[in-house]
């Protein structure tokens, strides 16, 4: 076997494992319940940064979700579903830079007691989910979306923090749709990581084939 063949098959191995599969269950759970408390805190805290990390908490859920459907299949169809995860990613990126933009010229202070606590507990919620998913990062193209999904929400949470902070010192909405624009434009980079990573992976399984 060649080393490229050796890595594919360590890389499928690795995404079959059952300590994979666990830490993939206990990530959805995670990230679904941070999603409705997202929805509740952007309805109270009318906070466009919150509303593009609860996003990324949704995709993360939905990702995560995928991942499991993928366990067992081939590298081939977990490079496609996983070019359709960075699509799906960049959709949202698009959607939350749109979202930011648009408060510019139509916005309220939002309000940052509730961006703050969300940030908090988000940010807890993330590291855990990131701390299990470290281990498992290095795998395929669709191993990696799952991990870019949630080291991402664990960055979205920082800036959340930050900006209720900013919000509460300046008493403006501005440093809120700063930070919202930043959510986005991580999410379009990743998109395009997810992307080239499923790209390569096609490329590796059309080779074998």
């Not at 919150?50 to 939905?62: C, H, N, T």
């Not at 309220?108 to 940010?123: A, D, K, R």
């Not at 395929?140 to 900006?163: C, E, F, K, P, T």
Request: aromatic fraction near 8%; proline fraction near 2%.
């Amino acid at each position: 076997m060649s080393g490229c063949d050796a890595c594919g098959a360590k890389a499928i191995e690795a995404a079959q494992s059952p300590a994979y599969i666990k830490t993939l269950w206990i990530v959805v759970g995670m990230n679904a319940v941070m999603f409705v408390v997202g929805v509740i805190v952007t309805a109270t805290s009318r906070s466009v940064s919150v509303q593009a990390d609860l996003l990324d908490f949704l995709g993360d859920a939905i990702a995560t979700g995928i991942g499991l459907l993928m366990v067992g299949r081939t590298m081939r169809a977990r490079s496609l579903v996983s070019y359709g995860q960075g699509v799906a990613l960049g959709a949202l990126g698009v959607f939350a830079l749109v979202s930011a933009v648009l408060r510019i010229f139509a916005g309220t202070t939002p309000e940052p007691l509730g961006m703050s606590v969300y940030g908090l507990l988000g940010f807890f919620v993330n590291l855990g989910a990131a701390l299990l998913l470290l281990r498992h990062r290095k795998g395929d193209a669709s191993v990696r979306a799952v991990w870019l999904y949630s080291r991402n929400d664990a960055i979205g949470n920082v800036a959340v923090m930050a900006a209720a902070a900013l919000v509460a010192a300046t008493g403006t909405r501005w440093p809120d749709i700063v930070v919202g624009i930043a959510i986005a434009a991580l999410f379009l980079h990743s998109a395009w990581e997810i992307v080239g990573d499923a790209r390569r992976d096609l490329q590796s399984a059309a080779a074998k084939s």
